[in-house]
């Protein structure tokens, strides 16, 4: 069945530096979507990708999306402490049930100040 | 304000008691919602897809007799836990889309502890 892989698993990073996070499909999506959980709330949307080779801006966060639509990345340069959370990709498959994500398991973020 | 709402937030009962988990989406209607199980710092695990008008379909190694879903309207879903154990214990999500390929909106989630 569809997987998506991601990694790394943690992060920790001092605040102001920088972190990524990769997702990876096992089979052509048609869009990939990211989503951002605070502890002790819950996911979020962030935006979605849906163009081979797409890349995204919002203010310090970068999203891409591969030639392949199979893998995806989000950058987030100089980091604060409020980009404390949970990253979670989620992707769609051709064909799937409305609605149907497939998500990584996340890449959990810690800044310290 | 909130897309999708979902209630209680928060529930403890014991065990062997069953407990019903309401999401309603508030602006739009939704013949497809999706229900997740969530472990402490863990990814969101789909237990099954409620489908308006129809039975449940369920993932791999849910049991559907143990969580049941009901979608009776376009705008509600229920899980009911039954006969609930410690080890059910865990945080429920739902969610639900627009349409198709667009953004999922999430309910806020239910802290379910069985004691």
């Known amino acids: 069945g569809q997987q998506v892989m991601q990694i790394p698993q943690y992060q920790h990073v001092q605040e102001g530096e920088d972190f990524t996070t990769y997702c990876n499909s096992s089979t052509t999506l048609s869009n990939i979507q990211w989503y951002k959980q605070r502890p002790g709330g819950h996911p979020v949307f962030l935006i979605q990708l849906v163009k081979s080779g797409e890349v995204k801006k919002q203010k310090r966060l970068t999203f891409q999306f591969g030639e392949a639509k199979k893998n995806s990345s989000l950058h987030i340069t100089a980091t604060q402490t409020t980009d404390v959370g949970t990253y979670f990709c989620?992707?769609?498959?051709?064909?799937?049930?409305?609605?149907?994500?497939?998500f990584g398991r996340g890449t959990q973020l810690t800044v310290w100040p | 304000g909130a897309v999708v709402s979902q209630h209680p937030s928060r529930v403890i009962c014991k065990s062997g008691t069953s407990v019903k988990i309401e999401c309603r989406s508030l602006d739009f209607q939704a013949t497809t919602m999706f229900w997740y199980r969530q472990f402490p710092k863990q990814s969101l695990m789909l237990m099954a897809t409620?489908?308006?008008?129809?039975?449940?379909?369920?993932e791999q190694g849910v049991e559907k007799d143990k969580f049941l879903i009901n979608h009776a309207s376009l705008t509600l879903s229920t899980l009911t836990v039954t006969s609930a154990h410690p080890e059910d214990s865990s945080f429920y999500i739902c969610?639900?889309?627009?349409?198709?390929?667009?953004?999922?909106?999430f309910g806020q989630g239910t802290r379910l502890t069985v004691v």
């Open positions: 989620a992707g769609t498959g051709r064909g799937s049930t409305l609605g149907r994500l497939y």
């Open positions: 969610s639900a889309s627009r349409g198709r390929d667009t953004e999922a909106f």
């Open positions: 409620s489908n308006e008008g129809s039975k449940a379909t369920y």
